[in-house]
């Protein structure tokens, strides 16, 4: 039996094979020392580099993007991603191997709520340079001191001789970075090896990745695997395997856990642990303020790009746009909004069930626009409540209405977003400097209010997945009977414990604007924008620059991000 793409399915036969080369690849993976660990990620790093052109090549085959600026979403959030997320892991433990904890060198701040909040962005001062303006943070649970994270930062790679065994990571099929990221994490937080099933949407990707990752296939920390629903049950029931994380929706969660997704109740059908990332509804809050045209063009620029990047098909895309309704400018922003949408190319929805989604979008909002295939919605009292509680996974875009201005806006949309909104994945907000500043603390604090494992202040929440630093994963506190946007975190290349979330923030307006206005960034537009021209080039750079950073590929990145 074979894939659609004509890509051979494995046999339980192949996959016992696998689980019994894995077991012995992790008992050498316990006894291997730090600079040896170490030596391999780095020729895993070349390895990947070298295979990042026909990686791309296959993923954009496979999702079917026409030729021009959509191709830098593949390059960005594919080897670029996986470059840099090996590299930050590499610096780890490097750190560790030299008797330095992990988070040497982090600054850290109290963050609101007696959290300890540990700057991951900017790391360097080319961090600084490659994204001037833009701040990370992982922000710790309340009570746990920055002294007892540093001293407690290393997971797995602290404990050398520690064998975690097998684990199977059911990898995404919608961002190809995601499965290679989650068996890093699996490795060097875990010290589990991994057999990675990869969804058949990126089955056309499987000789790409066994070519970037042929330093671990080789020394039998890694196996990938294709097959259809039928290997994926044999994988999470075989007893080789000990431990499983998916990348998907909650129902497919369920369906692993429970074997339902509506009977949840006494001991769960799967008999080992899982840990997961499933999305949700994402938010997008829009402060209301006093903007230019340009303003209003940018930002509009901005809300198209968190729901339209990769043709809808994000678990991190936002759907819910929350705007004032005593915000003079809504119209203005919604009429900027629809012009962005209608100009954007056209794309073909290539995930699978995509047409059913938007169907049934049209079905609960019989008033729904459609937009140069892609549609947006107004949701009220006096509508479905559909788009609050239904990831669409797809072109669909929904905004409502809350009353207020300044911080009693802030504060009602964020109690909106924790209250009404399915999942915990990632949340943003758009709000102008000077706003910002006129709220004061009672900002910070509604940001601490907002329970969302990802939050972005002026940039999509999603660039905290490209920061390798940062945390990915929903809020803590969900069950596997309760699941939400699931349970556990990824990336976090300083190893911390006790994270509780990340928070991006990132300039309201581009270069020169920005510094016209008084920010101190120099960042022009960015290249994952959905309307930026330079995008390929730019994501092309950057990928060079990841797999070897250095001064001198700078003057190449910034000469095409100036295209934008």
Same mark, same amino acid.
């Given at each position: ?164 065994? /097998? ?119 829009? /402060? ?277």
């Amino acid at each position: 039996m074979t894939s659609t793409l004509e890509t051979p399915f494995a046999t339980e036969a192949q996959v016992d094979a696998a689980i019994a080369d894995l077991t012995r690849g992790a008992a050498r993976w316990a006894v291997m020392g730090l600079r040896e660990r170490i030596t391999l990620l780095e020729r895993t790093q070349r390895s990947v580099a070298g295979a990042a052109g026909a990686w791309v090549a296959a993923a954009i085959a496979a999702k079917g993007i026409p030729q021009g600026p959509l191709e830098g979403e593949e390059w960005m959030s594919g080897p670029y991603a996986t470059l840099t997320g090996i590299g930050a892991v590499v610096d780890s433990l490097t750190k560790i191997a030299n008797g330095k904890s992990p988070t040497a060198g982090l600054k850290v701040r109290r963050a609101p709520g007696n959290r300890a909040a540990f700057t991951m962005l900017p790391g360097s001062l080319l961090d600084s340079s490659v994204l001037n303006g833009f701040k990370g943070e992982v922000w710790l649970k309340p009570g746990v001191s920055a002294d007892e994270a540093r001293r407690k930062a290393g997971l797995g790679a602290r404990r050398l001789g520690e064998d975690g065994g /097998v684990g199977l990571v059911l990898g995404a099929g919608n961002v190809s970075a995601i499965g290679p990221l989650d068996v890093l994490y699996e490795l060097i937080a875990y010290n589990r090896v991994s057999v990675l099933k990869l969804n058949p949407t990126f089955a056309g990707l499987t000789a790409a990745y066994q070519a970037a990752f042929a330093p671990l296939i080789d020394a039998g920390l890694l196996r990938i695997v294709n097959g259809a629903a039928e290997i994926g049950q044999y994988l999470t029931a075989h007893p080789g395997i000990g431990h499983v994380h998916i990348t998907g929706s909650a129902v497919t969660h369920d369906m692993i856990v429970w074997g339902s997704h509506t009977e949840k109740t006494g001991e769960p059908k799967l008999d080992k642990p899982i840990t997961s990332e499933l999305g949700g509804v994402s938010p997008i809050i829009v /402060v209301p303020g006093t903007w230019d045209d340009e303003d209003l063009r940018y930002q509009a620029e901005h809300v198209a790009t968190q729901r339209f990047h990769n043709c809808g098909h994000n678990c991190i895309g936002g759907q819910a746009l929350i705007l004032s309704a005593d915000w003079p400018q809504k119209e203005a922003f919604l009429a900027e909004l629809r012009r962005v949408v209608q100009d954007l190319p056209e794309r073909t929805s290539w995930y699978p069930g995509t047409e059913k989604k938007i169907a049934a979008a049209d079905a609960a909002y019989p008033d729904a626009e459609h937009l140069n295939g892609r549609v947006l919605l107004k949701v009220n009292s006096s509508t479905s409540q559909d788009a609050l509680t239904t990831e669409y996974f797809g072109p669909v875009l929904a905004h409502t209405e809350l009353p207020g201005t300044g911080i009693d806006f802030l504060r009602a949309a964020v109690a909106f977003s924790n209250d009404r909104l399915d999942g915990s994945l990632g949340a943003s907000m758009i709000v102008a400097p000077e706003d910002r500043k006129a709220m004061g603390a009672a900002f910070d604090e509604a940001v601490a209010d907002l329970r969302y494992g990802t939050i972005g202040i002026n940039v999509w929440s999603a660039i905290g997945f490209l920061v390798p630093g940062l945390s990915w994963g929903a809020y803590p506190g969900n069950t596997l009977s309760d699941v939400g946007s699931g349970i556990g975190i990824v990336h976090n290349s300083h190893l911390l414990q006790d994270v509780e979330r990340s928070v991006v923030t990132g300039p309201f307006r581009p270069f020169p604007r920005s510094i016209a206005h008084g920010e101190a960034s120099l960042f022009p537009k960015p290249a994952w924008f959905v309307t930026a021209k330079s995008a390929k080039r730019v994501a092309e750079h950057l990928t060079r620059f990841a797999a070897q950073p250095g001064w001198s590929k700078l003057p190449g990145i910034f000469n095409q991000a100036f295209r934008a």
